[in-house]
């Protein structure tokens, strides 16, 4: 049975950052809002809404977050909360297809900073317990990678210096990107030096700067079926696949410790799904929790050939860091300035991916806005991650219905 | 808060480092499993259980850890990494310990692919109310102070007519504080008298090479307990297997029991072990007594911080039984004064002494009398005696106590040790005693006279057997390793402190 690709009408978001003074019901409402007033239908057109957040519960101790959500939108439609946002996005767009619902809200949210001296502990919670009780950090399982990646593909001396500095550069295309994104955490321009000397003083291999930030923030989206969206919209963004897999919780117990199996997995089954080629997707939302996943979902999603990434983003890098250059091929990544520089609000960070993605495709995205052939582009995808690699997931957007 | 149920299921595993083997492809997994994800259904409930507790595992990859999560923040910088063991079967996360890291200033590449031996540790910081947690996921370099070594079940050659000492262990840590002719183990950050118990132990089991489950009871003396109401005992026997286990319910046919009498508490128990091994109704092939302690001291500048110069840390384990005797025992004598010249009040943290009287009403009338009277009970002269190791608080008291008993020099410096680890308190004389082992030939006669504050002392003669010799070989981490080794670690005395204090 062929099932009818859904569609994206109205995308919402907060700002970025540090919301000291706002809780977040306020954060969603603002996103929530936003997208919905982007479309014309309101509240009340709702026939669902799917929810996101990792931690509500631990920092805001929220625990049943969609009546707090009925209680804003004083309304009592069907409700469910997953953890990351493509989740939601996934779920969702499983409940359009099935002919259940018509329209439906998704929204995700977070308040890490809320909890700021023990937010590090409880990103813990999404590894294993047996490597928090051995010690293990949010960050140590980016270097652990990094080191076996490196091993792997024998990479030493001057073509280590190589990889590092594309890393390094990776951190300052991003932060460039987030220059021209007002709802960015950091929209502020990098250097490669402050990236290296970062690293020279914590003594690691990945310092502040290949990192993303803690955030706090929320982001939102309306989705539709075919025919409702084209009731509400002229320009709906179609979802034309949408995918996840999944990994073992135990980094040091997976196969292969060089890269995400999981991403691999989902984004087979959503190229498949969307009957594309890898090689249409013009412009792409990637999961930089660090400089590094950046690099390895290059060569996870199938872009960059196999321990080849880096030397991809070092040389599309010498000239321009606009976008990378794979094979004579343009591809534009994290325009949003990804989540090293527009933040990473777990819950709503999916959100902010798919937002940047249906701007470009409706040629929305004011200063950021790229052009592929003299027009914005025609096929994105979003990759998002929950965990360390153990949840993968993936949407292609595309402006045509597919 | 921590909860009970996690800590006792997280320390049964994590302790012993627990696992699972296919018994049809051979697979291999770090925790229990019901079946193999490879042979499926077939190896359902045939699964076999396997420990990595003895085994050497290999850093693959490491990364320093310089901001650790909250609990972890007492122990500044560490590697962390992710080892292997049997050649990649089975992958664990791990946590290198032993390592002083200051400013981060350290080599990284020099710990990657190096060759780990698992250690049994604290987790990490809790309240002070919390139940302590422990685990084997912490690791040091094989090639460094602590050697990797393979615990051997061997089968016993001989029968003796009289019970004795079948095998033994001290351990010591690898941190040393050097003050004038002093030379005091240091504990590191994640150590205390409950893991010193655990390695002296396991040190035991490896020297004796007797079968962990025939070993029907387990006594340990510490006076540092970091509990007040939970014993040390029950900790060693999981961690190293004593007694039979029932896979059913995780509970081993073995006695443990904890034991306080100052620095005498392990001693004493020589003799309840030989007694219990010797007594044909028990069916207890062995009985291990052990003596551990993170030897406690008030700060120098605090009332009873006299003691601060002169504390160590370790520990030393003995297993007594009537097979395969290293040094069988003569005979023994035992007294007892209510004496207090050293103590410690319930919810104190550090003892108190009595200054000049710990001297000639206690340490001194008790040693004296408890010697001269097993002496002269076997009909003893000195020179009958090969070798002297007394009770050891300080350097000054041992040596007078020997010359008052007309004891020679050659006859007690072997075995006075306190000047290489400071007093390990209830691990002090036996540490002593073990020094001797170390170098003894056979039939040759030890007298071991220990002191326990409060005040009593206890006296044994041990006369060593043929077999002391060939089972020499299978301990490298002898009381010389541990004193001369290449590796030991000087600290200032602000670390010493703070290492000392702990997590």
Same mark, same amino acid.
């Not at chain 2, 029907?216 to 004593?242: D, R, T, W």
């Given at each position: 049975?062929?099932?009818?690709?859904?569609?994206?009408?109205?995308?919402?978001?907060?700002?970025?950052?540090?919301?000291?003074?706002?809780?977040?019901?306020?954060?969603?409402?603002?996103?929530?809002?936003?997208?919905?007033?982007?479309?014309?239908?309101?509240?009340?057109?709702?026939?669902?809404?799917?929810?996101?957040?990792? %931690?509500?519960?631990?920092?805001?101790?929220?625990?049943?977050?969609?009546? %707090? %959500?009925?209680?804003?939108?004083?309304?009592?439609?069907?409700?469910?909360?997953?953890?990351?946002?493509?989740?939601?996005?996934?779920?969702?767009?499983?409940?359009?297809?099935?002919?259940?619902?018509?329209?439906?809200?998704?929204?995700?949210?977070?308040?890490?900073?809320?909890?700021?001296?023990?937010?590090?502990?409880?990103?813990?919670?999404?590894?294993?317990?047996?490597?928090?009780?051995?010690?293990?950090?949010?960050?140590?399982?980016?270097?652990?990678?990094?080191?076996?990646?490196?091993?792997?593909?024998?990479?030493?001396?001057?073509?280590?210096?190589?990889?590092?500095?594309?890393? !390094?550069?990776?951190?300052?295309?991003?932060?460039?990107?987030?220059?021209?994104?007002?709802?960015?955490?950091?929209?502020?321009?990098?250097?490669?030096?402050?990236?290296?000397?970062?690293?020279?003083?914590?003594?690691?291999?990945?310092?502040?700067?290949?990192?993303?930030?803690?955030?706090?923030? !929320?982001?939102?989206?309306?989705?539709?079926?075919?025919?409702?969206?084209?009731?509400?919209?002229?320009?709906?963004?179609?979802?034309?696949?949408?995918?996840?897999?999944?990994?073992?919780?135990?980094?040091?117990?997976?196969?292969?410790?060089?890269?995400?199996?999981?991403?691999?997995?989902?984004?087979?089954?959503?190229?498949?799904?969307?009957?594309?080629?890898?090689?249409?997707?013009?412009?792409?939302?990637?999961?930089?929790?660090?400089?590094?996943?950046?690099?390895?979902?290059?060569?996870?999603?199938?872009?960059?050939?196999?321990?080849?990434?880096?030397?991809?983003?070092?040389?599309?890098?010498?000239?321009?860091?606009?976008?990378?250059?794979?094979?004579?091929?343009?591809?534009?990544?994290?325009?949003?300035?990804?989540?090293?520089?527009?933040?990473?609000?777990?819950?709503?960070?999916?959100?902010?991916?798919?937002?940047?993605?249906?701007?470009?495709?409706?040629?929305?995205?004011?200063?950021?806005?790229?052009?592929?052939?003299?027009?914005?582009?025609?096929?994105?995808?979003?990759?998002?991650?929950?965990?360390?690699?153990?949840?993968?997931?993936?949407?292609?957007?595309?402006?045509?219905?597919? | 808060?921590?909860?009970?149920?996690?800590? =006792?299921?997280?320390?049964?595993?994590?302790?012993?480092?627990?696992?699972?083997?296919?018994?049809?492809?051979?697979?291999?997994?770090?925790?229990? /499993?019901?079946?193999?994800?490879?042979?499926? =259904?077939?190896?359902?409930?045939?699964?076999?259980?396997?420990?990595?507790?003895?085994?050497?595992?290999?850093?693959?990859?490491?990364?320093?850890?310089?901001?650790?999560?909250?609990?972890?923040?007492?122990?500044?910088?560490?590697?962390?990494?992710?080892?292997?063991?049997?050649?990649?079967?089975?992958?664990?996360?791990?946590?290198?310990?032993?390592?002083?890291?200051?400013?981060? /200033?350290?080599?990284?590449?020099?710990?990657?692919?190096?060759?780990?031996?698992?250690?049994?540790?604290?987790?990490?910081?809790?309240?002070?109310?919390?139940?302590?947690?422990?685990?084997?996921?912490?690791?040091?370099?094989?090639?460094?102070?602590?050697?990797?070594?393979?615990?051997?079940?061997?089968?016993?050659?001989?029968?003796?007519?009289?019970?004795?000492?079948?095998?033994?262990?001290?351990?010591?840590?690898?941190?040393?504080? /050097?003050?004038?002719?002093?030379?005091?183990?240091?504990?590191?950050?994640?150590?205390?008298?409950?893991?010193?118990?655990?390695?002296?132990?396991?040190?035991?089991?490896?020297?004796?090479?007797?079968?962990?489950?025939?070993?029907?009871?387990?006594?340990?003396?510490?006076?540092?307990?970091?509990?007040?109401?939970?014993?040390?005992?029950?900790?060693?026997?999981?961690?190293?297997?004593?007694?039979?286990?029932?896979?059913?319910?995780?509970?081993?046919?073995?006695?443990?029991?904890?034991?306080?009498?100052?620095?005498?508490?392990?001693?004493?128990?020589?003799?309840?072990?030989?007694?219990?091994?010797?007594?044909?109704?028990?069916?207890?092939?062995?009985?291990?007594?052990?003596?551990?302690?993170?030897?406690?001291?008030?700060?120098?500048?605090?009332?009873?911080?006299?003691?601060?110069?002169?504390?160590?840390?370790?520990?030393?384990?003995?297993?007594?039984?009537?097979?395969?005797?290293?040094?069988?025992?003569?005979?023994?004598?035992?007294?007892?004064?209510?004496?207090?010249?050293?103590?410690?009040?319930?919810?104190?943290?550090?003892?108190?002494?009595?200054?000049?009287?710990?001297?000639?009403?206690?340490?001194?009338?008790?040693?004296?009398?408890?010697?001269?009277?097993?002496?002269?009970?076997?009909?003893?002269?000195?020179?009958?005696?090969?070798?002297?190791?007394?009770?050891?608080?300080?350097?000054?008291?041992?040596?007078?106590?020997?010359?008052?008993?007309?004891?020679?020099?050659?006859?007690?410096?072997?075995?006075?040790?306190?000047? /290489?680890?400071?007093?390990?308190?209830?691990?002090?004389?036996?540490?002593?005693?073990?020094?001797?082992?170390?170098?003894?030939?056979?039939?040759?006669?030890?007298?071991?006279?220990?002191?326990?504050?409060?005040?009593?002392?206890?006296?044994?003669?041990?006369?060593?057997?043929?077999?002391?010799?060939?089972? =020499?070989?299978?301990?490298?981490?002898?009381?010389?390793?541990?004193?001369?080794?290449?590796?030991?670690?000087?600290?200032?005395?602000?670390?010493?402190?703070?290492?000392?204090?702990?997590?």
């Amino acid at each position: 049975m062929k099932l009818q690709n859904p569609a994206i009408i109205g995308v919402g978001r907060t700002k970025f950052g540090e919301h000291y003074e706002r809780d977040p019901e306020s954060l969603i409402e603002e996103a929530g809002l936003q997208a919905l007033d982007s479309t014309g239908i309101t509240r009340k057109d709702l026939d669902a809404c799917y929810l996101s957040d990792y %931690f509500l519960q631990v920092t805001n101790k929220i625990g049943l977050e969609e009546g %707090f %959500f009925s209680e804003l939108l004083e309304l009592h439609v069907p409700m469910e909360k997953t953890r990351s946002f493509s989740s939601a996005f996934l779920n969702a767009c499983h409940g359009v297809q099935s002919g259940k619902y018509d329209i439906v809200l998704v929204g995700g949210m977070e308040k890490m900073t809320d909890r700021w001296d023990k937010i590090r502990d409880d990103l813990m919670l999404l590894e294993d317990p047996w490597s928090y009780y051995a010690g293990c950090t949010p960050e140590a399982n980016h270097e652990l990678l990094l080191k076996g990646y490196i091993k792997k593909y024998g990479i030493s001396g001057e073509q280590l210096d190589k990889l590092y500095l594309a890393l !390094a550069k990776i951190s300052v295309k991003n932060h460039q990107n987030a220059t021209k994104n007002p709802l960015a955490q950091y929209n502020r321009a990098i250097t490669v030096d402050n990236v290296l000397k970062a690293r020279n003083k914590s003594c690691k291999p990945l310092g502040l700067f290949d990192f993303a930030p803690i955030s706090d923030g !929320a982001s939102a989206l309306i989705l539709a079926s075919p025919e409702a969206a084209k009731r509400c919209s002229d320009t709906p963004v179609y979802v034309l696949g949408s995918s996840s897999a999944t990994d073992y919780i135990t980094f040091p117990s997976r196969e292969d410790r060089t890269g995400f199996i999981a991403n691999t997995s989902a984004m087979h089954a959503a190229l498949q799904q969307a009957k594309v080629d890898i090689s249409d997707i013009q412009i792409a939302e990637f999961y930089d929790q660090s400089t590094l996943l950046e690099m390895i979902s290059l060569e996870d999603l199938g872009f960059s050939k196999r321990g080849k990434a880096w030397l991809d983003i070092y040389k599309s890098c010498e000239e321009s860091c606009g976008f990378y250059e794979i094979e004579g091929r343009k591809l534009f990544v994290n325009l949003n300035g990804g989540l090293k520089a527009d933040g990473n609000p777990l819950g709503a960070t999916g959100g902010a991916q798919i937002f940047e993605v249906f701007k470009q495709l409706r040629g929305e995205a004011d200063s950021r806005q790229v052009e592929v052939n003299g027009e914005p582009p025609k096929l994105g995808c979003v990759s998002e991650l929950e965990g360390f690699g153990t949840k993968a997931y993936i949407h292609i957007l595309g402006r045509n219905q597919g | 808060m921590s909860s009970e149920p996690i800590e =006792r299921r997280v320390s049964y595993i994590g302790d012993r480092l627990k696992g699972s083997q296919c018994p049809i492809c051979g697979k291999e997994y770090f925790r229990g /499993k019901n079946y193999c994800g490879k042979c499926g =259904r077939k190896s359902f409930g045939k699964m076999k259980d396997i420990d990595f507790f003895y085994d050497q595992g290999n850093l693959e990859v490491s990364t320093l850890v310089s901001q650790p999560t909250n609990r972890f923040v007492k122990m500044g910088s560490y590697i962390y990494g992710i080892v292997a063991f049997h050649n990649g079967k089975t992958r664990v996360p791990g946590r290198l310990t032993d390592i002083l890291i200051e400013d981060c /200033k350290i080599d990284l590449s020099c710990f990657d692919g190096k060759n780990v031996v698992p250690r049994f540790r604290r987790r990490y910081s809790v309240g002070e109310s919390d139940i302590i947690p422990t685990i084997s996921l912490a690791f040091t370099l094989a090639d460094g102070y602590y050697p990797h070594q393979k615990y051997e079940i061997k089968k016993p050659m001989r029968e003796y007519e009289t019970p004795g000492i079948v095998g033994y262990g001290v351990y010591t840590s690898k941190f040393r504080i /050097k003050e004038g002719n002093m030379e005091r183990s240091v504990p590191f950050i994640d150590e205390d008298a409950v893991t010193a118990a655990v390695e002296a132990g396991r040190m035991a089991l490896i020297h004796s090479g007797v079968d962990r489950s025939l070993i029907g009871k387990v006594y340990v003396g510490s006076e540092s307990n970091p509990y007040a109401v939970n014993p040390i005992a029950s900790k060693v026997a999981q961690v190293l297997k004593l007694g039979k286990e029932e896979k059913m319910d995780g509970v081993q046919s073995v006695d443990a029991i904890d034991t306080e009498f100052a620095c005498k508490a392990a001693t004493s128990m020589f003799k309840d072990a030989s007694s219990l091994v010797y007594y044909p109704k028990t069916n207890t092939a062995y009985a291990m007594a052990i003596g551990a302690d993170n030897a406690q001291a008030a700060p120098r500048n605090e009332l009873g911080g006299e003691l601060d110069h002169f504390v160590g840390f370790g520990g030393s384990a003995f297993i007594f039984g009537m097979q395969d005797v290293i040094a069988e025992i003569e005979g023994w004598y035992s007294c007892t004064s209510d004496t207090p010249d050293f103590w410690r009040r319930d919810l104190q943290p550090y003892p108190r002494h009595g200054g000049r009287f710990t001297g000639e009403p206690a340490y001194f009338k008790h040693v004296l009398k408890a010697c001269r009277t097993l002496m002269e009970q076997l009909n003893l002269q000195v020179e009958d005696v090969d070798y002297f190791v007394p009770h050891q608080p300080n350097i000054g008291f041992p040596v007078k106590v020997a010359r008052q008993l007309g004891f020679k020099e050659e006859q007690y410096e072997l075995g006075l040790k306190v000047a /290489k680890f400071g007093n390990v308190y209830s691990g002090s004389s036996p540490i002593g005693l073990a020094a001797v082992l170390d170098v003894a030939k056979p039939d040759e006669r030890v007298v071991l006279v220990s002191y326990g504050s409060g005040a009593g002392s206890d006296a044994y003669s041990f006369i060593t057997t043929s077999q002391i010799v060939e089972k =020499r070989q299978r301990q490298k981490f002898t009381v010389r390793h541990q004193i001369e080794n290449e590796n030991l670690e000087y600290v200032n005395y602000t670390t010493y402190r703070r290492l000392k204090h702990g997590l």
